[in-house]
């Protein structure tokens, strides 16, 4: 069963600090690379950060130096540290694949107060 359940969002104030959690279903984790992305109020979901089963990670220049991405290979599971926030970093964000799958989760709301 394809599962992907994002969680650790919230409401935190410009320069703060959140870690968000995925957890995903084996078949989905196993030996893929795994993304976090974000959707902001009225535009297009994007890419945040990524990082392949052994580690390598790349991230969205909007993001670098701020946020950190990790995984569990034991747990299935891939984290967002992020930090430094931004109100500009307010949206809805969701893990996936890379490149993503069709089938997306519920994603985790960020909002970032100025």
């Known amino acids: 069963q394809v599962q992907l359940v994002e969680s650790g969002g919230g409401l935190v104030q410009a320069g703060g600090s959140l870690r968000l959690s995925c957890a995903a279903s084996g078949n989905i984790f196993s030996l893929n690379v795994m993304a976090w992305y974000r959707q902001a109020p009225g535009k297009q979901r994007e890419f945040v950060a990524a990082?392949?089963?052994?580690?390598?990670?790349m991230y969205a220049d909007s993001v670098k130096g701020r946020f950190t991405i990790s995984r569990d290979n034991a747990k299935n599971t891939v984290y967002l540290q992020m930090n430094s926030l931004k109100p500009e970093d307010t949206a809805v964000y969701y893990c996936?694949?890379?490149?993503?799958?069709?089938?997306w989760g519920k994603g985790t709301l960020v909002t970032v107060s100025s």
């Open positions: 990082i392949t089963s052994g580690g390598s990670t």
């Open positions: 996936n694949k890379r490149p993503a799958m069709h089938y």
